[in-house]
């Protein structure tokens, strides 16, 4: 094999986003690079300008499917700011069960439909089997259990606020409506249903299929980094609002409101991506993907989350916390225990979830404060299943949008994901000699980030 | 043989096939009954064997063959396109799922500016002194399209999302090889609130909630329109709520067009402004016009604004 | 670029296109790019008429019904005439300019107005064109 090469991976596949991945190969068949390129733009950063703020969170939703709520609320949130509008507390705690209940299949979604295959089928496997369709032929009742669940999730949302994809009950303001009692007591009843779930999965999970993998755990696409997302001032974890906490390699960290953001993270661009990527400006190292000396690279996301907070507030979560932490440290950097974070974290989104529709304020009628659109300047955050999203507008005298910019989950990901793939590459290819189940592998490595 | 099914996500959000995938079980029972041959969001089906060869990046787009294809999103860059050619040469029949293949969506309110502008807004920010932008990357056509404009479609299923029970409705009639029937009228239509004919002169912004009683029904609602609220149900395409209250309206929201015009062709913001006028409504109260076609300005609906001359 | 402007003139049965067949029989001069669609009222054409006729390819559009208070169909013209704005901000929004459509009233014994206001449309779509900043980049 005289020839340098680049091998592709086109598409990247069971993953939400459209990207591909090239692998380059020198002379000697050694990886000399690898990219993960993200290869769509939008453009919502043009067009939500001039648009009534109010607008907004029924416009940016459409970012994602998978996780319109979240783009929803930063964007609602980001209006109140502009406009200078202060929820109600139960507009604020109705926003928050929204959104928890929308990690809960976000979540049930990416283990059992995109990720699990490789675990439970095997990372080898062939393709057309190695997917969910397989599942439900080798696991059917696993399979119902978790189609069940996951449209149970969606249909809690649907049933209270009218559209579980893209929402539109959030509003500049607070809520668009009020909780009933009757509606209170059928969702609780749910959010219990869903709750044994979690336990199940994370149990399942830990029987059947990371004790299988504990190599793989550690290893596939490791790489040492900071960690950002949020807390509470008490240093529990926070999905819906919070401060937000930067932590170092070493374990040290800072807080910070999420209106400082631009003191903390910087952007960058790259030629082969329409991707920007993030990293921490504050750390003073500037910005590096060189793989045996990254700078400024930090991950967000459940495993990020559980590195930085103290302790998690609800108590099978906060169990769970403890064990991981006793496997694996903290910050544990292994890149595949982004899943077993993401099952723990579904613990804690299904027993908030409870929690919040036991506060009895959660069913007052005062939802929304009049809002009144004017000039200003909102930044908006929530916790994302892919990690801390961050919408950021201002606005003229009409109270329409004049500039915006937006950092999705993702986006934070993209460094640390080109340096899990370059690192999997290298240490899974020698002499030129790629396979079906090295490519696989090396994907596995990217869904671990679900991004 | 079962029959194949072949599924594409270009230019959207993934939100269509997440409304199939709320379809729970009933979706599992379908994946009994047909053979998935591609679909990248679930499995690892790829356009080339990555193994085939030296590859320098670019190269053909290789789909399977199928008896049915579903494609999302719209198509906005030099890849979507190839990939919407490759799925409408392979599947015998193709249905444009969701509103941005059916009419551009949401992202095609990028059409109101250039694909240049829409690159410098995006990449301005980010480090100032190094404010390039993407080369390698597939190239942005000059407009966001919807699908039937780039390749002919067989069938237009709308919705942003699509009811998740439609959907399989839709495939199911095609694999019985019937032809689906998605004849609708507005959201209008199905929505029960009180309507009393007579309309506020002006439009409010939403920035304050409806008026209505939330121990009541929806049918004890006033109509949102009527009470100046902005509300497109009368330009939309039904649907959302099956033969029940639309979506939004249940969430005391007013509808904002999601599944494009009532007529497959029609123009939402122009049907909006005469229905506003021909109501004695002052149309001039509303801000950003053109939002009225935010999930509808594929088809050239949304130009770039022609900057000319003041002269006369 | 000198070919004269295409308009397509909406003229309702009873008033502008009785006008249009005398003008016809006078011999009065007006530019022959005008295809004359006959409607039963002004009242009756819709804005997606106007929208189709430009996006079709012609440069202007006119409605031309019969005299406020005169319409056949009683109010069939002041309906037009309230549609007529809502046209005219919407051809912006969708990137024409507004001056592209006019609505006019003319009676049936009025041939030598319709031929003035078929000239001065003309007119004002030819000087449209002179003024058109640049094609910027508008390909269909
Ligand atoms: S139609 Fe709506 S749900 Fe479907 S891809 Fe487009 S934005 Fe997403
Ligand atoms: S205008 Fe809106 S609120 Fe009124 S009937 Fe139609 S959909 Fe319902
Ligand atoms: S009410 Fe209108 S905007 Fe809401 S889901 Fe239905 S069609 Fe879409
Ligand atoms: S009949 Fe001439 S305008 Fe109505």
Redesign the pocket.
Known sequence: MPKSQVVSIHPVTRIEGQARVDIHLDESGRVSDARVAISALRGFEQFVIGRPAEEIPRIVSRICGICPWMHHLAAVKAVDGCFGAVPPPTGQLLRELCQVIAHIHDKILHFFFLAAPDFVLGPDGDYSVRNIMGLVRQEPELAARVARMRQLGQAMLARFA??SI?P?AGVAGGFSKPMLETERRELAADALVLLDFASFALDYAKRSVFSRFREELQSLGAITTGFLGAVDAQGNLRLYDGLLRLMRPDGSWVDFPASDYERHLAEQVEPWSYAKMVYAKSWGEGFSLNPAAPMGVYRVNTLARLNVCDQVATPRAQAELEDFRAQFGRPAQGTLLYHWARLIELVYACERTVELLADERITDPLVRTPAESKAGRGIGHVEAPRGTLIHDYSTDDNGCITRANLIVGTTHNIAPMNLSVRQAAASLICDGEVSESILNRIEMAIRAYDP | MLPRLSFECLHGCSGCEMALLDCGEQLLGLFDRVEIVHFPLLMDHKYQNPLSGASDGEGEIILPEAEIGLVSGGVANTEQLQVARAMRAQCRTLISLGTCATHGGIPALRNQWTSEATLQTVFAYGSPEKALLPGEVPALLDRVYSVDEQVAVDVALP??PPRPEMMLEVIEALLRRESPDLAHKS?CETCPVIRQGKGQGTMRRFLANADYDPEEPVDQMRCLLEQGLLC??PV??????GRET????RAR?P?????GPVRPGGNQLLDMMNGLASNGIDYRSLVDRKSLLRFSGGHGLLKPARNRKESN | MSREAKIIAFCCNWCSYAAADLAGISRLQYPGSIRIIRVMCSGMVHPEMVIHALDKGADGVMIIGCHLGECHYIRGNEMALARAEVIADTLEDLGYESERFRIAWVSSAEPERLAEAFREMSARLASLRETDASPSGIGE
Not at chain 2, 236 to 241: H, I, K, L, Q, R
Not at chain 2, 255 to 259: H, P
């Open positions: 009218g559209k893209h539109v | 919705g942003c959201v497109m149900g939309t395409a039904g649907g959302c709520g639309p979506l939004c309206i929201v509808c904002r067009g999601c599944y």
